[in-house]
Every structure is written in structure tokens, then in C-alpha cells.
């Protein structure tokens, strides 16, 4: 069985979005979870094998993973996800302090979102809206 679950059916566009924050900082991570759980239901990890453990079985309508981790670091989650599925670029946004030019090509070769910290909340929350109308 696959780690993202591909005969998990897709929420309704109607039905609440859910979202998985993946941050090492855990007080970005209470920002994200207070500022979206008002219109989304939210899911926190630690880290990139955290993520890779809620993501086992569930579906995320979007997955937003720092970069900078340890024990499993954003770049290699998605690796790890995408090996499986994909089409997961189409719902994975990274969200980063320390934006390189390695993160850029990747995020170009793979065609995945990217948004600096210190992030605008409005502005995560329109890629975020923009990623679920799709």
C-alpha cells in the first residue's frame, strides 16, 4: 500500500478543505493552525517523518512544509511523496525562511509553490485557495 492512499476519495469542493502545516517551529505552527482552522480543518507535524505518518491513510487537500527540518527535511518529504504520487506537486506548497537558488530549481523542475517567511497569512491563504480550486 502506497503512503498517500490513491482510492482515498477527494473531498467535495463544497466540503471543509483539509490542510497539513509541516514546521520544526512549533509557534508558526500554532499560527497557522489558529489563523486556518476557522475555514479549514488543520493537521500539524513536527517534521517530515511526522508528515509522512499522518499522510499515511489521509487525504490533504494541501500539504504546506517548511524546508529546513531535521530528521526529514521538506525537500526529501516531497521526494517521498512524489515518488508515490505524482500529481502531489499539485497540492504541496513550501513555505521557507531561507529561500536558494537549489530551492528555486527545484521548485521550477517540479512545478511546486513556494512562499517566503516571514509569510503573509493573507497571502498563504490565497495560494491556498487558488491550489484548492484546482
Do not use: W
Not at 487525504?59 to 500529481?87: K, Q, T, W
Amino acid at each position: 500500500m502506497s503512503i498517500i492512499e490513491q482510492d482515498q476519495p477527494k473531498p467535495e469542493k463544497s466540503s471543509r478543505p483539509h490542510f497539513l502545516f509541516v514546521d520544526d517551529d512549533l509557534p508558526i505552527l500554532e499560527l497557522f493552525e489558529k489563523f486556518f482552522s476557522k475555514n479549514a480543518a488543520v493537521s500539524l507535524a513536527k517534521d517530515g517523518v511526522d508528515a509522512l505518518g499522518k499522510i499515511t491513510g489521509q487525504f490533504y487537500d494541501a500539504i504546506i512544509s517548511d524546508v529546513d527540518m531535521p530528521v526529514l527535511n521538506g525537500m526529501d518529504l516531497f521526494r517521498c511523496l512524489h515518488a508515490e504520487d505524482p500529481c502531489i506537486a499539485e497540492r504541496f506548497v513550501f513555505c521557507t525562511g531561507h529561500p536558494s537558488a537549489e530551492l528555486e530549481r527545484f521548485c521550477a523542475t517540479h512545478q511546486v509553490r513556494c512562499i517566503t517567511k516571514p509569510v503573509s497569512l493573507a497571502a498563504l491563504q490565497k495560494e491556498l485557495t487558488e491550489l484548492c480550486q484546482n
